[in-house]
């Protein structure tokens, strides 16, 4: 009977800040993570981490702190029992609640200690979290979900169903991923920092190694935008995919406007056009580009929306056509779950965003799971693939011709090298000294 | 010329837990305050805080100082030239803006700070902060507000429409409150944590001190609710305001279900019947209560909405009839400032949130200058109050006959008296030890 004993907390930060790399229309940072390890009395130590853009990391490792003791002392099994009853012991503690509620900081908090929950009992059972979660039965998984402040869009009896129905020809969608890996983009072609000859040559390169959808950067000029999505098309050909990505930075009529000229390029996804918390403003947007002329570009954001609460309602108003998930913003597994619940029954596509530290390295167990058992297709599911810091991970993504080679090994791929570890740790590590 | 030297965070901690005060349907703790005191090489100091609920005050403290670079060094001058450009450097950084964006913990750190510069403004032009905003021009006034993400709803223009007119009859507003003070309500009578005779004693006690309109906290078990809105009632009479406040705690159809039998006492308001991010679902509450028969009840929240975004969006999904502003959940007067703004568009009465730590002596301000130069009329405005922890502030709110009277002192009443930070800093003060 495994049990936790201690929580470490880490800031690791890595300086990305310096080269351009990860630049955008409104973050420049040093690309870090509030890394967590629980030591228990048993044989594995559970990871997680929540990314953040450098200065403000020791904020996030304050509030892992303040929440480690709901974790310290339960044992697998407890945990196990009530999954949605010990989340919620993080995300509904009637004092650190306060904090969010359900958001920003103390949610990114509880992510980490609850993903690496989740990668202990993962490790624990010797399999890949993607397979521990497609594995579950029905009432297991449902009873991960926090139903609170969803269920009237979203009843246990309709997570039943879905999840019920997910089991339907899973082997053979597990098989299309053996065979061909799931489908990913590369946002490494297009950061607002990189000249035009760097795009042009870095999108060759993409398109040399397989990658037939790509994503860049936008919101700085508008000229300048759309002269490098010109490029980035030009080698992609007319049936690539080009997505892009506005990282909030428009207000809803500015959106509008840019979106009227960036069509020019037929942009499969606007991603980010405006503020996260924009429910109504996205919709708008939708509204007005599905009007234009040939236009077959979608709306997308999620990366940094807070909780269950706000995907339930871009989904209600219709305010997007990809639907975007991070492993670390909201509060872990759990949380997601409610998330690509709430996405099958409204039939929308997941597209998980990565990039940053580690992030790949979780949404794959995510998106798998979610084709195996949830959304249970792809019709343009695709994972974010940025080429970033992966050196730094015992288990790696691995990446062929555009897409994620399933992983196999035990665990949610969280876990860091000791020596990455070590060597960026802040601000006393030898790479900040 | 005033210069920012140092920014002292004290982590200072009331025990409240223990009595049952403050006890509602979602929240239990210990009142607290991250305390922010800005040394200058002036004679002021400016004083700021954001109020939490107990553990987890740390976290708050730590966002504080990782902001705090932004403060140091700057001029008095300097902060009033470009008031909305200095507050973004707090809002917008790009490395700190992830930690959000705009909600949570780095928007109330951000409150801290920013409000802790509007004391030091006041403290320096020898005026109450109402004041100093009420006398301002109208440009002035305009060139503090970020109107980044709600220009589709509210331009720079129609701010200096609203703020022109707000001129107009202002002395006459102002002999208005000096009379008779601000319409208040209080909260003191109806904690869960109450029994029944208490709930009693304390209404008629405070309808004997002059308060007609009384809030009281619903959520728990519904038939308690009832028994305890009966005994308030029946205190007020049919003419008094009977407020009700749920604190998240309910579903959307959990809130619909409830507010059809609580109607039968006829509540003036149902505050935060579900979760605050749930825009759409306000909106579903508020369009079924409308067509309840006989009920004029209606739809509050706001004291923890993230931002001017979430009550941009309140105000256009017709979601509330009731705008509740809190001093300290978002980045500050500045952040306010749009929202009273929005609220004066859209002719919605505005209602702060008071109690937790040193709300009261904050928001009255806020009040009052809505009311002289934004909103422009009482039309139901009121300020909750609450009889907790006044004492320990220098200039504590003063409340007779159920309103609060016009603050004078010159400052935004935030300081606290130096024996109550160290009796209770956490954890080494005589309280806590």
Chains 1, 2 share one sequence.
Not at 76 to 101: C, F, H, K, S, V
Not at 162 to 184: E, H, N, S
């Amino acid at each position: 009977m495994t049990r936790i004993v201690a929580v470490d907390v880490h800031d690791v930060r890595f300086p990305t800040a310096a080269s351009g790399d990860g630049s955008d229309a409104i973050n420049r940072g040093d690309y870090s993570a509030t890394y967590v390890e629980l030591r228990t009395d048993g044989p594995h130590v559970g990871a997680g981490f929540a990314f953040t853009n450098g200065r403000g990391n020791e904020v996030t490792c304050a509030a892992v702190r303040a929440l480690s003791d709901q974790v310290i002392g339960r044992t697998l099994i407890g945990l196990a029992e009530d999954p949605a009853g010990w989340a919620r012991t993080l995300t509904a503690d009637p004092q650190l609640r306060w904090l969010g509620p359900e958001k920003g900081v103390i949610a990114m908090a509880a992510g980490a200690l609850i993903n690496a929950v989740w990668d202990l009992r993962a490790k624990a059972a010797g399999v890949p979290l993607w397979q521990l979660l497609a594995e579950m039965s029905t009432d297991e998984l449902v009873a991960c979900v926090d139903f609170h402040h969803i269920s009237d869009v979203l009843t246990p009896a309709e997570a039943r169903e879905i999840l019920d129905r997910g089991r339907l020809g899973m082997a053979d969608r597990l098989a299309v991923l053996a065979a061909d890996g799931f489908p990913a983009y590369t946002t490494s072609v297009g950061w607002l920092g990189y000249p035009d000859d760097k795009v042009r040559s870095l999108a060759r390169e993409a398109y040399a190694q397989g990658w037939r959808a790509m994503k860049m950067k936008v919101g700085g000029d508008l000229d300048d935008d759309l002269r490098r999505a010109r490029i980035i098309r030009e080698v992609l050909g007319p049936h690539g995919w080009l997505m892009m990505d506005a990282n909030q930075v428009w207000d809803v009529d500015e959106a509008i406007a840019a979106m009227r000229r960036l069509i020019e390029v037929d942009p499969y996804w606007i991603e980010e056009p405006t503020h996260p918390d924009d429910v109504l403003g996205h919709a708008r947007i939708r509204r007005v580009i599905n009007r234009l002329p040939g236009a077959r570009c979608r709306v997308a954001t999620g990366e940094v929306a807070a909780n269950r609460v706000i995907f339930k309602q871009l989904l209600q108003a219709e305010a997007i056509g990809v639907m975007q998930v991070d492993a670390c913003r909201v509060a872990g597994v759990n949380e997601v779950l409610a998330e690509l619940l709430l996405a099958a029954k409204f039939r929308m596509p997941v597209c998980p965003h990565a990039g940053g530290v580690g992030l790949g390295e979780l949404v794959q167990h995510l998106a798998i799971f979610d084709y195996l058992r949830v959304g249970a297709a792809l019709d343009g599911r695709m994972i974010e693939y940025v080429d970033h810091l992966h050196e730094h991970f015992e288990d790696p993504v691995r990446v062929r011709g555009g897409h994620y080679l399933v992983p196999d090994q035990p665990g949610y791929s969280a876990t860091m090298r000791p020596a990455s570890i070590a060597e960026f740790a802040f601000p006393d590590g030898p790479a900040w000294r």
